[in-house]
């Protein structure tokens, strides 16, 4: 069968042609280097402009100019962790953040820990929930950042990032959140949530790969990423992507926009998709929290299964899901966010991640079903673990 569905969203999502309308201009009519003083340059100066108020509007910025264009999420996590480190290291040498982050937050930290910091990862419950009183008691009189991200990209689960933030704030602490899955996937208003900083992406919102941001409030210190122009207000030298950047902007401005009926649409894809699936596969466990949880995302446990295979046997048949992130899947450890949330290591390599975007179909989903129950079904039919114990 030729039929091709694609549930990875949370790894990427396809460009909508609203956002490439915006940017195809960019690439030859408007060519101009953004920091050029002629007309040329004004005109593409003009788009980023625009493109940075849509950004800061998407996230109620005060000012425009507390956005930071950069290369993507990871880029936008590495700087907030170092660059805010770094800066302020003459108040102390400790971060806290969590066990289920990005690694492009926890590797920032683990290269920070080589330069002598100290790093507290959180643990959080089984509902990838971080606590609070877990919180307060790993602040430290040194403690000079907390990092936590505001929506996990395996399971979906939301964090109480406003709380976090006013704990932070009353410690005298920086409060930085990974916000790449969040962004259009529920309101976010870092004046209202107190962020001090704050990374997001556009290819997980129907934007160019290659394009992200980082918000960082006025007043706080931050160490330069790129030296080498007055870019960025000279924190990031370098000639801007301004296609990019412009499909940035357009696909924040319609993230907003559309944001309650997206949620509405993926909240009925989600069941569908749920009750479709206990319908017709046994022993699944669904991962994460049962209403703190964006819509888009579904963890799947399979027992006696092995993910990969699945991931695997599904392609074949042209549907595509992830076993953990997109980031780690050609690694066969277990997935640390898994692992965080207590689920046992069998049980999480079975696990399929199956993240639903705006225009998957009622259609989509009894096509993968189908696919998915043959698959389970083989698989299981194979496996060296039965319900009844070892084979
Ligand atoms: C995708 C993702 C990133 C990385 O963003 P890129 O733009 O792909 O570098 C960071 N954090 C989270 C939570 C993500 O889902």
Redesign the pocket.
Known sequence: MSRKVYLDN?ATTYVSSEVLNEMMPCFNAIYGNANSIHGFGRDAAAIVDRARDRIAAAINAKSANEIYFTS???EA?NWAIKGLAHANANKGKHIITSAIE?H?VLDACAALEKEGFTVTYLPVDSTGVVSITELLRAIRKDTILISI?AVN?EVGTIQNIKTIAKTAHENGILFHT?A??ALGALRLDVQDMEIDALSI?A??IYGPKGV?ALYVKNGVRIENLFDGGSQERGKRGGTLNVPGIAGFGKAAEIAVRDLVINQQKLRSIREYFLSKLRENVEYIHINGHPHQKIQGTVSVSFEMIEGESLLMLLDLDGVAVSTASACTSNSLLPSHVLKAMGIEDELAQGTIRFSFGKNTSKADIDYALEVLTNAVKKLRAISPITKAGRR
């Open positions: 949370a993507g999420g990871t996590d990005h492009a991200m990209n990974d790449v899955q992406s290819h997980k992200g």
